[in-house]
């Protein structure tokens, strides 16, 4: 079994900046695409920025250009680094890996989250 664990959340003043980190273990099968997600309190899990093993990526609207996502889908690791943060990035951040290149190795697992608080 996947199990993933993120560290780095906190609480920080607006306009400062936070980084997140990651881990995956237990993978029986290639990762294909690790995202990180945030639900605040209240409101539905969104996906916030997501890579792929060629090192594409993907950002929500409201991050684009704040938020930036890394990592290695081979070492199992990805990072946020989330600068100028706003009180509306105040949310619950979920790290989620999606295994496989083929049907049969698909798997999709989510770690426990990490607090994010952003107020002055």
């Known amino acids: 079994q996947v199990q993933l664990v993120e560290s780095g959340g906190g609480l920080m003043q607006p306009g400062g900046s936070l980084r997140l980190s990651c881990a995956a273990s237990g993978n029986r099968f290639p990762i294909n695409t690790m995202s990180w997600y945030r639900q605040a309190s209240g409101k539905e899990r969104e996906l916030v920025a997501s890579i792929t093993s060629r090192g594409s990526t993907n950002y929500a609207i409201s991050v684009k250009g704040r938020f930036t996502i890394s990592g290695s889908t081979r070492e199992s690791t990805v990072y946020l680094q989330m600068n100028g943060l706003k009180p509306e990035d105040t949310a619950v951040y979920y790290c989620?890996?999606?295994?496989?290149?083929?049907?049969?190795?698909?798997?999709?697992?989510w770690g426990r989250g990490t607090q994010v608080t952003v107020s002055s």
């Open positions: 989620k890996v999606d295994t496989g290149f083929t049907i049969e190795q698909i798997g999709h697992y």
